[in-house]
């Protein structure tokens, strides 16, 4: 059984979270169970995040994070103002954190994430096995332009019932956020389905020095909030 007890609080993350069309609808929606139906779009998420310390967690030790997948129809947030989301990747460097992950429905594996930037320029790494698949380049600004707050809902399979968790975030973000590319390095690496159309259609977004957030909360069987 995992070590830790939800929920648990993390502040002050590194992170870039975007949101695409992708190249492959029909991809993307293999991904998803057949109780839910995926955006219009078909668009995908990605959140590239770092926690750099054990003081920014309640229980984690410091980690890296890659974690991706579709933007789903008719399950959006309390306050309709996001769109519910079902995780199909998730690289984590972190074992006991990957640990607490699984036993919530989440498809946690190992991986690491970089984020540096140099010049107005932010590169965003996800490596699995050691091997880089996904590469992000964004133009970030350093000043912080809006405070962004609410929910994110995801839904994942524990045991065979669908479950919707709400995780609550407040995050600090930047102006200017332009995306200006998108790579999946690797085509025979599983996630190469989410790669997106071309040209890059980017819906959603932003960078934030500064998110806290709970992982995870308000968990209940679909349905229940």
Do not use: K
Request: charged content about 15%.
């Amino acid at each position: 059984m995992p070590r830790l007890n939800a929920p648990q609080m993390v502040t002050n993350s590194r992170m870039l979270y975007f949101t695409w069309v992708p190249a492959d609808p029909a991809a993307v929606r293999a991904l998803v169970p057949a109780a839910l139906d995926v955006a219009e779009n078909a668009q995908c998420f990605i959140n590239q995040y770092v926690v750099d310390h054990a003081d920014q967690t309640s229980g984690f030790e410091p980690y890296s994070l890659t974690y991706a997948g579709a933007d789903l129809s008719g399950q959006n947030t309390p306050d309709d103002a996001v769109p519910g989301r079902w995780w199909t990747h998730y690289f984590n460097s972190n074992e006991e954190m990957r640990e607490y992950a699984a036993a919530r429905g989440v498809p946690a594996g190992p991986g690491s994430t970089t984020l540096e930037i140099t010049d107005g320029i932010l590169t965003a790494t996800t490596s699995a096995d050691g091997t880089p698949v996904i590469r992000t380049t964004v133009r970030v600004g350093d000043e912080i332009a809006v405070v962004g707050r609410g929910q994110l809902r995801y839904i994942t399979d524990v045991n065979g019932q669908l479950t919707s968790g709400l995780y609550p975030f407040v995050a600090g973000i930047v102006q200017p956020w332009e995306v200006l590319s998108m790579e999946f390095l690797d085509p025979t690496h599983p996630v190469y389905a989410l790669r997106p159309a071309d040209p890059l259609e980017v819906t959603w977004g932003f960078y934030s020095p500064n998110a806290s957030f709970c992982y995870p909360g308000g968990e209940g069987p679909l349905g229940s909030n």
